[in-house]
C-alpha cells in the first residue's frame, strides 16, 4: 500500500436508469477514464470499479448497468442482476438521475432503493443543459417528498461543476476502514478488459442506433513487447446482416474503428500497438446465458 493516512474506506455505488450519465460521472471523480461512455443507452455492461484517495478516505466508485424495465433478453436480465447486487453491497449508494427529465424507470430505482437502509445521495446530473436554473427547484421538491435522501446535490459531470462537493459528503459517510487498494491503482479492471471496452466504445459511436446491443468484443490475443503490443480482437455480431454493416463499404468503418481504437490504446498503455480485427457470428448470443457466459458474463 502507500503512504496516504486512510482512516475511512467503502463502496460507493452510483445508481441509475440508462443514459443520465454514470459513467461520466466515474471516469469525472477518478480523474481519468475507467469506463467507456455513449450518448446511446446500456453501453456500460459490466460492475467497474473506479478507485479515489480522497483526503483520508479511499473511496472505492462502482459504475453499473442502467437499470431498465425491459428484461426480454438474457443480457437486459443480466445487467439488472448486476446493478440490483450493488445496491445491496455498498455503503453509500449516489442515485443518479437526469435534470432535464423524469422518467418512470427513475421511479422504478427509487422504489427499489426504498427497500434498501444504506445512505443515498441524490445527484440531479445534466444541470449544465437547464437553460433557467430556478426549474430544477420544482423537481427538488417533488423528488425530497417521495424518499429521505441524505443529501441532494445538482451537479454536471461532463461539466465537472460541483463534484467535489459530491465527493465531500460522500467521504462524511463512509465508514471507518483500512486502504483496500494501492495508491496507484484506479480500477479493478485488466488491461485486456479496457482494451475490450475501447473497441466497443469506438463500435457504438460508429454503427447504427440497434447495433451497439448485439455486439460486443472478445480478446484473442494479447502480446506486450519492449515497443509494440500486439492484440486480435473478435467482435461478436448476432446476424450476418450486422457483421455487413460493421465491415462497412471496402471496409471502410472496421477500418476507421480499428484506427481509433488503436490510438486510444497506445495512450493507454504508452507505446505503439498493432491490431487486428475480425468480425464473427453468434446468432442470438444476447438471449443465450451459455453464450454470455462464454464471453465473460458471469
Known amino acids: 500500500m502507500g503512504e496516504a493516512n486512510i482512516k475511512k474506506s467503502g463502496f460507493v455505488a452510483i445508481i441509475g436508469r440508462p443514459n443520465v450519465g454514470k459513467s ?29 484517495i480522497f483526503h483520508q478516505a479511499q473511496i472505492i466508485y462502482i459504475d453499473t448497468p442502467g437499470l431498465h424495465r425491459d428484461e426480454k433478453r438474457a443480457m437486459n436480465r ?28 427513475d421511479e422504478m430505482v427509487l422504489k427499489k432503493l426504498q427497500q434498501s437502509e444504506k445512505p443515498v445521495i441524490l445527484a440531479i446530473n445534466k444541470v449544465d443543459l437547464l437553460k433557467d436554473k430556478s426549474d430544477l427547484l420544482p423537481l427538488i421538491d417533488q423528488l425530497k417528498d417521495k424518499f429521505h435522501f441524505t443529501h441532494i446535490i445538482p451537479l454536471s459531470a461532463m461539466a465537472r461543476d460541483n463534484t467535489e462537493h459530491l465527493e465531500v459528503e460522500i467521504a462524511k459517510l463512509l465508514p471507518e476502514g483500512p486502504q483496500l487498494y494501492p495508491d496507484e491503482q484506479v480500477t479493478d479492471k485488466s488491461m485486456r478488459f479496457q482494451v475490450a471496452e475501447i473497441i466497443r466504445e469506438k463500435l457504438i459511436h460508429a454503427t447504427e442506433e440497434e447495433l451497439p446491443y448485439t455486439t460486443t468484443v472478445e480478446i484473442e490475443q494479447f502480446q506486450p513487447g519492449e515497443k509494440l503490443t500486439e492484440i486480435g480482437a473478435i467482435i461478436w455480431v448476432e446476424r450476418q446482416g450486422q457483421k455487413i454493416i460493421i465491415i462497412g463499404k471496402k471496409g471502410a468503418r472496421l477500418k476507421k474503428v480499428g484506427m481509433q481504437a488503436r490510438r486510444e490504446i497506445e495512450k493507454r498503455l504508452g507505446q505503439k500497438v498493432f491490431l487486428r480485427l475480425w468480425v464473427k457470428v453468434k446468432e442470438n448470443w444476447t438471449d443465450d446465458d451459455k453464450a454470455l457466459r462464454s464471453l465473460g458474463y458471469e
Open 24 to 52: 461520466t460521472l466515474l471516469n469525472c471523480l477518478v480523474g481519468e477514464k475507467v469506463s467507456i461512455t455513449s450518448p446511446k443507452p446500456q453501453t456500460t455492461r459490466w460492475q467497474i470499479l473506479g478507485i479515489k
Open 78 to 105: 443480466y445487467m439488472n442482476r448486476i446493478a440490483n447486487a450493488v445496491i445491496l453491497d455498498a455503503d453509500v449508494i449516489v442515485f443518479m438521475v437526469d435534470a432535464t427529465s423524469w422518467r418512470g424507470e
